[in-house]
């Protein structure tokens, strides 16, 4: 980013490499507007006080759910058996025994 806290074009042609995007020539500053945009907010949001709000850590006591303790609206969290590989394996449609095989997805 440029020392005034903006994206500049360059950071959005970086972001859309890293992303493996392809951008048109009349994306970019809209991209880049975009970005800043969303940066503006986040620097709003840092701005306010939230001294004295307690951290939000289960969404559920805000929407009313009743949870008596950390987890208790969660299965108990037990050691079981895993699958056996040989059978996930031997129904996979392809396999090099240990792994699944699957086609190629992104290309550099």
């Given at each position: 980013?440029?020392?005034?806290?903006?994206?500049?074009?360059?950071?959005?042609?970086?972001?859309?490499?890293?992303?493996?995007?392809?951008?048109?020539?009349?994306?970019?500053?809209?991209?880049q507007?975009?970005?800043?945009?969303?940066?503006?907010?986040?620097?709003?949001?840092?701005?306010?006080?939230t001294?004295?709000?307690?951290?939000?850590s289960q969404?559920?006591?805000?929407?009313?759910?009743?949870i008596?303790?950390?987890g208790?609206?969660?299965?108990?969290?037990?050691?079981?058996?895993?699958?056996?590989r040989k059978?996930?394996?031997?129904a996979?449609?392809?396999t090099?025994?240990?792994?699944?095989k699957?086609?190629?997805?992104?290309?550099?």
């Amino acid at each position: 980013m440029s020392e005034n806290g903006g994206v500049t074009e360059q950071d959005v042609l970086r972001v859309a490499e890293l992303a493996n995007l392809e951008l048109t020539t009349e994306e970019v500053p809209r991209m880049q507007r975009d970005l800043n945009a969303i940066l503006g907010h986040v620097a709003q949001l840092q701005e306010l006080n939230t001294e004295g709000v307690p951290a939000m850590s289960q969404v559920g006591e805000m929407l009313g759910a009743e949870i008596e303790g950390a987890g208790a609206a969660l299965r108990p969290d037990t050691v079981r058996p895993s699958l056996d590989r040989k059978a996930v394996m031997a129904a996979a449609p392809e396999t090099d025994g240990r792994f699944f095989k699957v086609p190629k997805v992104i290309e550099r």
